[in-house]
């Protein structure tokens, strides 16, 4: 079996780990968002695929859902004390990571070069792949004006009001190398439960990766990020109705619908396995809140089980 996940952070992070927890992690590939990268103090910051690395090299701070475990932030003090922005956090370990990043990139790697690097040498047996290697950045627009992912989301903590989203950049981009063969070849293509709208929506953004999943041989199954009407976490109600999406599984399933088999949706949102029908998608029910690895674990053993 090969499996194909398209993923954005926390909630990726955490099913993820599960899904390498029960079949092999080198069946399994990963195509990340980079719509939220940012460029912090002129370091290149992919938050989304260093959440999912991290993850998966067993680093991640599983308390915060970002970052490496147990890290220091002396160099974020020290950038304060000389004036500089700190609203983005960043760890003195993680810094590290970003210093590679950026450094590599300089001297003309791509940015699946530098991921790929990066998950081998901290042990990550699953590919993971960034969706482009050419810049595709989410914007937010609100009554202020346009802001970066990060501006909105850390800096201003998703508090504005969301009047658009936008994805820069990715009329131009093409998908990162790997990327369509990874849909094309997978036995299955699962939706982590993430962020529709900011996480997978810049995935989808890149031209030629619908129209790959519209074709693929393989199942494709999404975990709903949201449950209820609202989401585990995150801003991802908000984004989804400033979209016209409701909130809920269903707003979900609309949104993947054209190329969409199957939704796991939780099991006290039973409510909506009707109107699922009606949108062509076949909805099943689970547990889907990963509160712990076992959870994780457990919900990737019913995906699977669903698959074969
Ligand atoms: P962001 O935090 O909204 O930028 O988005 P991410 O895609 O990085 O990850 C957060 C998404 O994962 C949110 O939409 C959450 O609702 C979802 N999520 C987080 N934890 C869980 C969980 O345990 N179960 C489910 N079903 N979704 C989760």
């Given at each position: 079996m090969r499996v194909t996940a398209l993923a954005g952070g926390t909630g990726a992070a955490k099913f993820l780990r599960g899904l390498t927890a029960v079949i092999a992690p080198e069946q399994v590939t990963v195509i990340g968002n980079t719509g939220d990268d940012a460029l912090i103090w002129g370091l290149h910051v992919s938050p989304d695929l260093d959440t999912v690395i991290y993850a998966l090299a067993g680093l991640l701070d599983e308390s915060k859902?970002?970052?490496?475990?147990?890290?220091?932030?002396r160099c974020l003090a020290a950038m304060a004390t000389l004036?500089?922005?700190?609203w983005f956090n960043l760890g003195d370990r993680d810094l590290a990571t970003h210093l590679f990043r950026t450094e590599r990139l300089r001297t003309g790697e791509s940015l699946s070069q530098v991921t790929d690097a990066l998950r081998r040498t901290l042990g990550v047996g699953s590919r993971i792949l960034p969706a482009s290697d050419a810049p595709v950045s989410t914007r937010i627009l609100t009554p202020e004006g346009w802001l970066g992912f990060q501006e909105f989301f850390v800096r201003e903590k998703a508090r504005p009001e969301v009047l658009d989203v936008a994805y820069a950049g990715a009329d131009l981009a093409h998908p990162a190398p790997g990327v369509l063969e990874a849909i094309e070849m997978a036995t299955a293509i699962l939706v982590c439960p993430s962020n529709p709208i900011t996480s997978i929506g810049p995935i989808l953004a890149v031209p030629g990766i619908v129209d790959a999943l519209g074709a693929a041989r393989g199942e494709i199954l999404a975990i709903s990020p949201i449950v209820g009407d609202a989401?585990?976490?995150?801003?991802a109600g908000k984004l989804m109705a400033a979209r016209?999406?409701?909130?809920s599984a269903t707003g979900v399933a609309r949104f993947y619908r054209p190329w969409l088999d199957t939704l796991v949706l939780d099991r006290?949102?039973?409510?909506l396995l009707s109107s699922l029908q009606e949108l062509g998608v076949t909805p099943v029910l689970a547990d889907t809140l990963m509160t712990d690895r076992e959870k994780a674990e457990a919900l990737a053993r019913r995906v699977l089980e669903l698959l074969t």
């Open positions: 859902g970002w970052g490496i475990r147990g890290d220091s932030f004036g500089r922005e700190t989401p585990v976490s995150g801003p016209g999406l409701s909130v006290r949102d039973e409510a």
